[in-house]
């Protein structure tokens, strides 16, 4: 696919089954990760890969989470906080590992995550796989993050759901560029 169609027709898939891509393909997609822009080329972006049991680790954080940390959670929101990983075959964390420095502040090094997630996402769809980046309450989340091992300087900015699409692929909303573009010329 020519790398513009493959930006204009990228869309995020919430319905993902297996396959997920292959090593050597998530090897490439790891690789389209890394060349988002990087101011001082701090390399601030971490991916922690979870697919197999792994999805069922990522359900007991979720879970314990609830239970430990959310007051007076329901039964059945506890059994979805249970569920969540398994809408994917493939999960990765988008952790921004943040270093201090005197002219990077730490948001420019969170956009530089933000920037490898969706190179993730175009290189996924060039690959004929799918994705959609998702938050929620365990994003930017301290007791998650702890439950993964991360230190204080290391923020989770989402999950991104990684799969082969599976049903219908959404319609893309036709935009008008005129309402976003603003000219000074
Ligand atoms: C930072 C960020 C967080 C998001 N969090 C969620 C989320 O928690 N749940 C969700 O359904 N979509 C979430 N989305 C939106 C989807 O990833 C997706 O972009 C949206 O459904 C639009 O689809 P499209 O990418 O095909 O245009 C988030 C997007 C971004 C950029």
Known sequence: MKALDNILTRTSSSILKAPCP??????????????APDHKWLRPSRFIQITGEGLDKLSDIFFNFGKNHVKNIS????????S???????IIV???????HPSVPDHEQMFT??????????A??????????RTGVFAMNQE????????????????????????????????DIKDFITKIE
């Open 75 to 82: 039964k059945e929101k506890l059994k979805k906080y249970k």
């Open 94 to 100: 988008l952790v921004s590992n943040i270093t201090k």
């Open 144 to 175: 998650i993050e702890k439950s993964f091992g991360l230190g204080s300087n290391q923020k989770i900015l989402g999950y991104l759901y990684v799969g082969t699409p599976d049903g219908k692929i959404k319609k893309i909303p036709p935009l």
């Open 124 to 133: 996924l769809h060039a690959l004929n796989y799918s994705g959609i980046w």
């Open 84 to 90: 969540i990983p398994y809408r994917a075959p493939m």
């Open 22 to 35: 292959s090593e050597e393909e998530m090897n490439l997609v790891y690789k389209a990760a890394l060349r």
């Open 113 to 122: 995550t933000a920037a490898a997630a969706q190179n993730i996402l175009l």
